[in-house]
């Protein structure tokens, strides 16, 4: 894959893509990572990015030509997603990360300022991407957050057994607790069950671990997550009513069709 990223402030990239997973995605030949200033494609002495709304109303307003003209050289007419980070985008998720890691190639464009001349977003935007609902000073940050959930996605970018698929958001539950050595620490135990050695009653507990976090404190996240109707029955009991998912009624609420 090849990642392009536009900005004004290119010095926000290099400590994080060049940290842990990220670097070694790199190092790997998996990911080319290009973080590019939109100040070099500016014309003027003080190579300015930004102007004055029309209309009035304050604030600045990034200018397309840098823009245009950056996007233009580096894709020429290849045919690459155009990805603009703004707080008006879709709220980025999991299978947004899945979906954008099967791209050969994706084009980040940070917003700044008040926003984009809205040019920009018509005529070469194809996809706008929030990554919730906060204000950032820039997108920037965001495009840091949508690279790294994308990379750690390619096969190979991750250094552990664990495979990406089994991570929390992608089974649609959060995890349950974790725990390493010492057995007790402070007077506080490690569930006997973990140390048991029993890898089907181990299995049984975190997966109700799983559930009962996920009822406290995502209950949203149950409408998505794929149950057994044992699971459901167990629910049932705490008092949750649903939704669930279902393969073929809630086919509206998923976000891959
Ligand atoms: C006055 C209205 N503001 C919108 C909430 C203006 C505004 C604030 C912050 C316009 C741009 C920004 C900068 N933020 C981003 O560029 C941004 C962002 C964000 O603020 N939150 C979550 N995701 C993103 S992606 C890009």
Known sequence: MRIDILTIFPDMFPCVLNTSILKRAQDKGLVEIHVWNLRDWTTDKHQTTDDTPYGGGGGMIMKPEPIFAAVETLLGEEKVPVILLTPQGRVFNQEMAQALAQQERLLFICGRYEGVDE????????????????????????????????VRLLPGALGYERAAAEDSHATGLLEGPHYTRPP?????????????GHHARVAQWRRLQSLKRTLERRPDLLA???????????LREQGYEGPYYDENENADLRTDN
Do not use: C, N
């Open 119 to 150: 040019r920009v977003r018509e005529h070469l935007v194809t996809e706008e991407i929030s990554i919730g609902d906060y204000v950032l000073s820039g997108g920037e940050l965001a495009a840091m957050v949508v690279v790294d959930a994308v």
């Open 224 to 234: 998505r997550a794929p149950l057994t109707q044992e699971e459901k029955q167990w």
């Open 184 to 196: 007790v620490f402070r007077g506080w135990e490690v569930p006997e069950v973990l140390r048991s």
